[in-house]
């Protein structure tokens, strides 16, 4: 067996969720100079620019979840303010993107799977997208993982799916069939002016949990159970963000994929699988 099976037939034998929320706990604790003697490792074994982030001292930070988290500088990452332009929602690579074709999407080369599924199984949340576009951005352990808004947006919907803990590195996308609708997942569902926006957070092995700012750290009880919670979208308890506001983010990192209808927006040519992203660059444009 080479080491690339070795490294999948491990994920499958290992207590996934387990080995994820103890990961949790230990990224939570304020351990002191064991906690700033980590994220130092950290930042060495990934390279991490510290020059972007606000608190430059790993010193700065209580948690190692306080560090993976970190705000960037402001202005650091220049926001396409123009209205015809979709932003990219974070930092990270662009694994796979394109068209929904008879309700599936690309995972990797000899890979698709149902869009219907990722979305947590009902035809109706899945029909808005049928026929349009995806994109999966990939964020490495060395990116900025706090998730942003492409466009303006009004929340309508949210929706937890339970699911495995899979690793989401490209080498596990590309030998774990269904990888993305198989994991834990947080979908959110926005009405923006290219009409219905899904973004969908996947969990992965050790990401410790899933945040958004409107319902903080989403964690149902443990079981196979859907959960949704539909939203208002207009009075006083509507959520509505700006394009470039933050709307989540993870604790230890995955992966983002977006989905939007037929005809609405199309990516920019120079959007490709591999390309780096950076929160707030140009993704798509809008159709008139």
């Known amino acids: 067996m080479n ?10 034998a290992l207590p996934k969720h387990a080995v994820s929320r103890l990961v949790g706990k230990l990224a939570a604790a304020e351990a002191g100079a064991l906690t700033t003697t980590l994220i130092k ?8 620019n510290m020059s972007e982030a606000l608190h430059e001292d790993p010193a700065h930070y209580k948690t ?9 500088k402001p202005g650091i990452r220049p926001l ?59 964020l490495a352990p060395k990116d900025y993982h706090r998730i942003h808004m492409p466009l303006d947006g009004t929340l309508k919907k949210m929706i937890y799916v339970p699911g495995d803990l899979f690793s989401v590195n490209p080498l596990t996308a590309q030998n774990v069939p269904n990888l993305f609708a198989r994991n834990e997942r947080v979908v959110a569902i926005f009405d923006t002016e290219i009409g219905p926006l899904a973004m969908v957070l996947v969990g992965a092995t050790i990401v410790a949990s899933i945040e958004t700012i409107w319902a903080g750290t989403v ?39 977006l989905a939007w209808g037929e005809d609405k927006a199309d990516f920019l040519a120079n959007q490709l699988p591999e390309t780096v992203t950076r929160m707030g660059t140009p993704f798509a444009t809008i159709r008139e």
């Open 3 to 12: 080491l690339d099976k070795l490294k999948i037939a491990l994920q499958y």
């Open 41 to 48: 490792l950290f930042i060495k074994q990934y390279k991490i």
């Open 64 to 72: 190692f979840n306080e560090f993976f988290t970190r705000p960037l």
């Open 80 to 138: 396409a303010e123009e209205a015809s332009i979709v932003a990219h929602p974070v930092d990270g690579a662009i694994s796979q993107l394109g068209d929904v074709v008879d309700g599936q999407i690309i995972q990797a080369k000899g890979h698709d799977y149902s869009l219907q599924t990722l979305l947590g199984g009902k035809e109706s949340d899945v029909a808005p997208y049928l026929g349009g576009k995806f994109a999966t951005i990939y």
């Open 219 to 257: 964690t149902p009880p443990a079981g196979k159970d859907v959960f949704s919670w539909d939203y208002p979208t207009e009075g006083d308890n509507a959520v509505k963000l700006k394009k470039g506001d933050e709307m989540g983010r993870f604790k230890l990192g995955s992966t983002v994929i």
